[in-house]
């Protein structure tokens, strides 16, 4: 069986730096579109990036770009979510998910039926 695992959140305060973790086991992650999606509290899901399986990437929110960056370490079987300047409204739940062979990252409308797996979730707190 695959499965995702998240790992680095924490509490951080305004305009430090975080770098989340996506380990897969099970499966091999270069195969996988991965993304990166976050739930705050009383709020909907909402994607944050994504790199897809032939390692273009595209922005699912405009409110990180310019501060995270996705990347892969494909040795490690794993993606990374790098943080930096972070807000209080980044604080969320980050969760990873992984789409086979996509070449493009799925839109919203088709994340329950493109993305094979998930992740739990790690907790980010950005606060002072």
């Known amino acids: 069986q695959g499965q995702l695992v998240e790992s680095g959140g924490s509490l951080v305060q305004p305009g430090g730096t975080l770098r989340l973790s996506c380990a897969a086991s099970?499966?091999?992650?270069?195969?996988?579109?991965i993304g990166w999606f976050r739930q705050a509290p009383g709020k909907e899901r909402e994607g944050v990036l994504c790199?897809?399986?032939?390692?273009?990437?595209?922005n699912y929110a405009d409110s990180v770009k310019g501060r995270f960056t996705i990347s892969r370490d494909n040795g490690k079987n794993s993606v990374y979510l790098q943080m930096n300047n972070l807000k209080p409204e980044d604080t969320a739940v980050y969760s990873c998910a992984a789409s086979f062979l996509s070449t493009t990252c799925p839109g919203e409308q088709y994340w329950i039926y493109s993305y094979d797996y998930w992740g739990q979730g790690t907790q980010v707190t950005v606060s002072s």
């Open positions: 099970g499966f091999t992650l270069d195969h996988y579109a």
């Open positions: 790199i897809s399986s032939n390692n273009s990437t595209i």
